[in-house]
DNA sequence: GGTAAAGTGTAACATTTGTTACGAGGGCTT
DNA sequence: AAGCCCTCGTAACAAATGTTACACTTTACC
């Protein structure tokens, strides 16, 4: 119960109050690095609460073409958008990237949890928003950028790479080409390379004016 | 008041309710085509419904690169996902494309008005998750696809093409790349041209056995 | 009916990104 | 030290898409 009350979504929560959510139907799932989670097109009838570890979500493409979309560190709400959605197969796959636990809680036994404690639907919903703008910032860098301007943003968020092959996954381009885009960066003085502390190779942004 | 009562938001809702809900702070407002609703960047504070007419929402580039993201229809709820966010500020820009009718309710009294109305709060959830799904469709399209997919993707979607202007723009492509590719499907055998009873030209996709 | 405007197909060329291949360097084991 | 594996940079080439330009058709309007 302690790790419950890691979440963002019960921390304004009483220990009675978890414990009224408790007496419902749920289950506590330790997995092991590598576990596959949810298969693309699952429905989703439970809340799924990563409790311990790190997820990645994925999305194949027939043509074999896979990208990474992202990767989740526990406290987190897993597929908080399909669980009331009048479709609620999860579009994506889910997998463990280290061990970890999922804590999942009835629908229903949750739904009215919510209705009793506008708290915690609260926090819901702003969960929920989230992961909306998040998908939202996904499309526009999609849409909207070309490789260089994605490059920048992943560095600006991220501080550095020190993973060229990981990051090109995560991006969605091929290895070479974030290669060669970093080495016109680079040139241009936009980024730089250094020497992290622990003698790794790493790229970063030239702080600007 | 019966314009609020086409919403699926709305439609489990009793008069007596509805009543109730437009007790408190709300307004609606009309707007004639072109209006521009909301600019990128504003913060969302009331819930906006969109009663009358239909919008179109661009995710505007730094770079001058516009994409349409999405034209929509009344009855619909506009920018759902950003109402109870942390950040509140739509990442959109949101203008008429036709005459239209616009709610405003105040988000405090929506919030307690859900969570005394279950149904009410449940049909807000699946709006809420129908975005989501949109999106995350719309980020594997753009991450996973070619250009070939998502046009096929298109017409099955919309049955036809009557306009490829139109058309190019709403999946962010150039034109005559649109109307490249369209040749293509055409001499692949995915696509005819064919023409409606109106005597207008458009591309339909092929019935595949 | 004529004229301007908008939409369209098409071609040539530029740019971006993917693909494949190869060699250099670092860390690890033996 | 040798061998191996992994990551990386780089180059040459291929594929996809953007850009520009022009001619043709249709539409709208006077």
């Known amino acids: 119960m302690e790790e419950l009350k890691t979440f963002p979504l019960f921390n304004t929560c009483t220990d009675e109050e ?28 439970s809340l799924m ?5 790190t997820v990645e979500t994925r999305m ?23 669980l009331f959605a009048e479709d609620n197969t999860i579009p994506v796959e889910v997998s463990m990237r280290t061990d970890g636990v999922v804590w999942y809680i009835n629908r229903e036994a949750f739904f009215n949890f919510m209705t009793q404690h506008p708290h915690v639907l609260r926090a819901f919903l702003q969960t929920l928003s989230a992961r909306s ?14 490789l260089r301007d994605r490059v920048l943003d992943h560095i600006r968020k991220h501080d550095t790479i020190t993973n060229v092959s990981e990051t090109a996954e995560q991006l969605g381009v091929a290895r070479p080409s974030l290669s ?5 960066l680079q040139a241009d003085g936009l980024v730089e390379r250094i020497n992290l502390s622990n003698n790794v190779k790493a790229y970063r942004a030239v702080i600007q004016k």
Not at 180 to 184: C, I
Request: aromatic share 6%; glycine share 12%.
């Open 60 to 82: 194949g493409g027939a043509n074999g073409r896979e990208v990474v979309i992202e990767q989740m560190r526990s406290p987190t709400v897993l597929a908080p958008a399909f």
């Open 18 to 45: 978890l414990q009224e959510l408790l007496q419902s139907p749920h289950r506590r799932e330790e997995y092991v690095a590598g576990d596959l989670l949810v298969n693309a097109g699952t429905p989703c009838r």
């Open 133 to 146: 703008r998040f998908l939202s910032g996904k499309v526009k860098g999609f849409a909207v950028k070309g």
């Open 180 to 184: 060669r885009v970093l080495a016109e």
């Open 49 to 53: 609460l990563l409790a311990q570890g």
